[in-house]
């Protein structure tokens, strides 16, 4: 009798967990959406078009990062082939792809990240003119091999570049180590949890420290796309291209896919060059808690969604 009466017990509690859960993941979806196209690549593609019509350039991101085997490297490869393939048989859109290498293999080594990248590079460089492969830049243990693949290919991919994130210590070292006519770097922030005895943790800091590597890219004659949504680094990156005749072919401002929308228009109707960076897949997830990370306001959003009654 009391194992008949704990059963249902048992079943209604699991019951209403596995619901909570499911609610929580409809929740997490919705936010999702805001950040990320859609689980498809073409899904990804009628982001780019729409953007494209709105002046605003792609940048396709196939969501994921540490895969567990060479396979899924392999795999990730195959799928930004694709959507290379995609990008090509559309001319009327301008749009290059970005790849993290932890998910063209890295962990498993560079030369097996290195073979997946080249498949990427070689499909990319059919094109004319080739289309531009962005190397993401990740958490402070992968900057090393991350630098070290990109440095390999430069010298027979010219459609390569690199991100180098302004809150790390090394970062102006890096940037004199890589940068030059050759380069095309991406100047980001940093969006990973880093400690402070490798990067910057007050909020002027990293800014300075952005302001002055991009600075020192642009002198030294790279190509830099600068990734923010910051109106003082935006507006600081406009009166030194334009104090120094920065050539247009030269920089770009970049901004994510669901933010900032109003600065993104403010630019292209200044007449500057705005490029979007599209993530798309079904490995959301990473992605989007790095995005709620770095905006309180998103956080209490997600929490208010989290608290609310399931009904
Ligand atoms: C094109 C692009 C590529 C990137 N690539 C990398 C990379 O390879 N490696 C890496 O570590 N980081 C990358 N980042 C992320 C970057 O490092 C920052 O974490 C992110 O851009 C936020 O910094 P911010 O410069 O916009 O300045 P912040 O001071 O963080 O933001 C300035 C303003 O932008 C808005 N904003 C910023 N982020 C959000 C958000 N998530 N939701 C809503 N509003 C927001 C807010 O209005 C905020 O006040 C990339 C960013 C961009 C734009």
Redesign the pocket.
Known sequence: MTTLLRKPMIWITEQSLVRRLLTQNRVLRRIADRFVAGETLEEGMAAARSLQRAGVAG?LDHLGENVASPGQAAAAADAYIRALKCVGDDPEVDCNISVKLTQLGLDAGIDVCLENVERVLQVASERDPPTLVMI???AREYVDGTLAVYLKLRDRYPNVGV?L?AYLHRTTDDAHRIGGPQAIV?M?????LEPPDVAFSD?TEVRKNYARVAAALLAAGSTVHL????PR?IEGAKGFIGLRGVAEDRYEF???YG??RDLQQTLVREGLPVRV?IPYGSSWYPYLT??LA??PA?VWFFASNLLRPTG
Do not use: I, P, S
Request: glycine content about 4%.
């Open positions: 940048m993401d830049m990740e991100c994130q991406r980001a922030k940093g969006a990973y909020r990734a923010t949504h910051d680094l970049q901004m994510l933010v900032r960076y790095r995005r770095e905006r998103n």
